[in-house]
C-alpha cells in the first residue's frame, strides 16, 4: 500500500465531525453519508450500534483521535483570530497617526491635512 499524505479534513468533514461530537448517544447512520466511510478510513469516527426505538441501529461516534483533531482545528482557528492585521503590523503596534482636531477662530473643529 502507498503511503499517501492525509488530506486535510475541511468543510463538510468538519461539520460531520462537530455533529458526532454533538449527539454523544450517536449520529444516525444516514447523516453525511458521503462524508463518514472516509472518517472512518482516517480513523476519526466510528460505526457500532446504538439504542433506537425498541431496537438497536447503527450510529457514528466519533473517537479520541477526532476530539483531538478538532480541538487541533479550533485552535489553529484561534490562533489566526488573534493575529496582528496586516495594516497594523506595517504601521506598528500603536496603530497609524491620529489627527488632533484644532479650534478655528469661530469655535468649529477642523482637522489638519
Given at each position: 500500500?502507498?503511503?499517501?499524505?492525509i488530506a486535510p479534513v475541511?468543510?463538510?468533514?468538519?461539520?460531520?465531525?462537530?455533529s458526532?461530537?454533538?449527539?454523544?448517544?450517536?449520529?444516525r447512520?444516514?447523516?453525511?453519508?458521503?462524508?463518514m466511510?472516509?472518517?472512518?478510513?482516517?480513523?476519526?469516527?466510528?460505526?457500532?450500534?446504538a439504542?433506537?426505538?425498541g431496537?438497536?441501529?447503527?450510529?457514528?461516534?466519533i473517537?479520541e483521535?477526532?476530539r483531538?483533531h478538532?480541538?487541533?482545528?479550533?485552535?489553529?482557528?484561534?490562533?489566526?483570530?488573534?493575529?496582528?492585521?496586516?495594516s497594523l503590523?506595517r504601521?506598528?503596534?500603536e496603530?497609524?497617526?491620529?489627527?488632533?482636531?484644532?479650534v478655528?477662530?469661530?469655535?468649529?473643529?477642523?482637522y489638519?491635512l
Open positions: 500500500m502507498p503511503s499517501e499524505p475541511r468543510g463538510r468533514q468538519v461539520a460531520a465531525l462537530r458526532c461530537l454533538l449527539y454523544p448517544q450517536g449520529l447512520h444516514e447523516a453525511y453519508a458521503s462524508v466511510p472516509i472518517l472512518r478510513k482516517l480513523g476519526l469516527v466510528v460505526s457500532r450500534p439504542r433506537g426505538p431496537r438497536k441501529v447503527p450510529a457514528w461516534f473517537t483521535a477526532g483531538e478538532l480541538a487541533e482545528i479550533d485552535a489553529a482557528k484561534r490562533r489566526a483570530r488573534t493575529a496582528r492585521p496586516r503590523a504601521v506598528g503596534a496603530g497609524p497617526p491620529v489627527c488632533q482636531p484644532e478655528c477662530d469661530e469655535g468649529n473643529y477642523r489638519p
